[in-house]
Each structure stands twice: as C-alpha cells, then as structure tokens.
C-alpha cells in the first residue's frame, strides 16, 4: 500500500496533470450613463412619454423575432411586457397595438387589455372624442367617416378626406372642395374651399380658389384675415408666421388674430414655424436663435441647429453637441455628444448617446407636473 505521503503526491501530480478550466472573465462595470439620464439608455427604440407610459423597443435575439414593444412608467420599469410589433403613444387613456406582422392596430387599455377589437390599417386619431377614419379599416380604403371611443360609426361614410374635431369642428372633402362640419356630421361650412385645415382660437388656416393664396377663415366660414399669403401656418400663442415674397426669396413675419403684421417679414423661419414657450426660431446668418412676440432677436443666432421650445426647454446643437436651454437662453442641459434627442415629454427627453448605441430618457430640470 501506498504511505500517505506518497497518495497525497501522486492526487497533486494528477491534479496538476489536468487540463484547467479557464478562469471566469473579469466583471466589467457598466458604463455610467451621461449626465443628466433619469432612464439610461437601455432600449434600441424609444418614443416620447404620454399619460405617464412610453413605448420602447428591443431587437430580438431569436431568429426572425425582429423588434419587440411594450412599455415603461416613468421609473424605467416595463409595465406592458415587450409583446407587440408596433406600440403606438397613449392618447385618452388607449394605444393602439399591432399583435403580428399580418394583424391590423387594435386599441389597448392600459393594462394592455384589448378594448377596439376592430384591426386598423391606420390608428384611428381621436380628438373631442372622434376620430376619422376610412370604411375598410382593415385596407385604409373607401370613404371617411367618423367613430366614438366605443368603435361605434357615428357620422356615417361619406367624405373623399377628413381631419380631426378641433373646437367642435372638422375639415371634411366634398366633391373635390373642403368645408367644415359638426360633430353631428352637419356641414355648417360649405365645402368652396381648395384646402381646410383645424380651427385654433376660432380660425382656420384656407386656401381659397385657384390663387394659391392662403388666409384664415371665422367658424361662419368668412375669411376674416384675406388670402394673400405664399405661405401661413396656424396660430400658436396668438400668432401665425406667414410668409411673402421679397425679390426673389421668401421671408417670413408674424400676424395676430385681426391679420395685423405685427413681426416684419425679415426673417428665415425654422421648422416648425409656431410659437412655443414665448420664442419662435429664426436663422439668421447660417445660424440659429429665438426671437420673443415682439420680434426681437432675444436669444442670439449662435446655434448650427434648434427646435421650438417644449416644457419651458429647447434642443440646441452645436457641431456634434445637443443641449437644451431655457427661455432666457441659459443652457440647463449642457451641450454633450449625443447622436439624436427629442423634445421634452411629461419631463423627460428621449436621447441616443450614440449612432449604434441605445435610447434612454434625460430629464427636464424645469419640468412641473400640473396639478
């Protein structure tokens, strides 16, 4: 027999012998997120919060799984489980889903429990309680009619195009003209008119006959601001760009609600051309600023690019930097390498540190919830 002394060598030697497995790999942290990130970015896709949820999307990792939505509370966490094939914002308490690539969009809850059983080629947009849609829903095909919240057909199919309600009204298409009706389907405006669009402060932007010339109309259907202008937007914060022609270019100004101009027409309007939080953005010399609603270049044409304000914020780039400043036009996001981010939503901004990399959610120093 073999002496202790030797058995205990011989299991080292064997031991030793062996091939080894390979030592587990280091743990490498996480990387932390950029600054200012209340959701870090977790998710291949990401849309904008709306009624306290935001849909998000991951890439599969099965074969032919292709993306998957659901959707998240404020907190990050994934209330409605990553199910769905497209995921669309929540507006008056439903979303509409797409369940497989051969289904149509069907109107959640949000507990996720199907409450417009009816598929949809397009998501009906429901506005003052109705929402235009076409008689094969399936297709997006046929005349337009309108639907409740319960799916029920309350203004029967009849119209070539139909908008959203907007101030009790809506633009509906005619045998080629447009005009406006209520929400009983009455047509209160006669449709005459070459394009209608929704009421905003009692007016709507027209275009009237073949002049190519756009003014605004009263809820009688009386232009009450002339068409005259190459180009207009609705109002916003009482005002609406317009724009003229100036020699060979295009400038634009503002109006108010009796068609005065109250803002010369002097400037390179940027898109979108509405006033938001007090300040409408303006190009001035390749660069970009914020003039207030007297027409004074208030925040200096100093950015390559802007949005409009959102939540007392706005998205300023500079090379391949984003910020956000404030109204007076204080950074309080600091510029940072990000590769795209939105406008703020219910606080928070959805943003991609990088072209290949994920979305996550900023947040909005200035935001407060409303009561």
Avoid at 35 to 53: C, H, M, Q, R, T
Avoid at 143 to 162: D, E, H, T
């Amino acid at each position: 027999m073999l002496s202790l002394r030797l058995w205990l060598l011989l299991v080292a030697w064997l031991a030793a012998a062996s091939p080894q497995p390979a030592p587990a790999p280091a743990l490498v942290p996480a990387p932390a997120p950029p600054a200012g990130f209340a959701i870090a970015p977790a998710y291949d896709e990401a849309d904008d919060f709306s009624e306290g949820l935001a849909a998000v999307q991951q890439y599969g990792q099965e074969a032919g799984s292709g993306y998957r939505a659901g959707y998240i509370d404020r907190t990050g966490k994934l209330v409605l489980p990553l199910r769905y094939k497209t995921a669309l914002p929540f507006k008056n308490g439903l979303a509409f889903v797409r369940l497989a690539d051969d289904k149509g969009l069907q109107g959640i809850d949000k507990t996720g429990r199907v409450v417009l059983k009816e598929e949809f080629a397009r998501a009906p947009d429901f506005t003052e309680g109705l929402a235009p849609v076409r008689q094969d829903k399936r297709h997006s095909e046929g005349k337009y009619g309108y639907l409740n919240a319960s799916g029920a057909v309350v203004i029967p199919y009849q119209f070539s195009k139909a908008y959203g309600f907007s101030e009790g009204l809506a633009a509906v298409q005619l045998n080629g003209k447009w005009g406006y009706i209520d929400k009983t389907g009455k047509l209160v405006i006669a449709a005459t008119l070459e394009e209608g669009s929704r009421f905003v402060g009692g007016l709507a932007l027209c275009l009237q006959g073949d002049s190519d010339k756009l003014g605004f109309i009263d809820k009688t259907g009386k232009f009450v601001i002339a068409p005259e202008y190459a180009g207009a937007f609705s109002f916003a914060e009482g005002l609406s760009v317009v724009t003229v022609a100036v020699g060979n270019d295009f400038k634009a100004g503002c109006v108010d609600q009796t068609g005065k101009l109250v803002i010369p027409a002097v400037w390179n309007p940027v898109e979108p051309p509405y006033f938001s939080g007090g300040r409408l953005a303006v190009e001035q010399g390749g660069k970009c600023g914020y003039l207030d609603q007297t027409g004074k270049l208030v925040i200096a044409a100093r950015y390559d690019a802007v949005e409009r304000f959102s939540e007392g914020v706005a998205q300023v780039r500079q090379g391949d930097q984003i910020g956000f400043i404030d109204a007076a036009g204080q950074l309080v996001i600091p510029l940072q390498p990000l590769h795209r981010a939105q406008s703020s939503h219910e606080g928070l901004i959805v943003a991609r540190p990088t072209l290949s990399g994920k979305c996550g959610y900023l947040r909005n120093p200035l935001y407060k919830p409303k009561p």
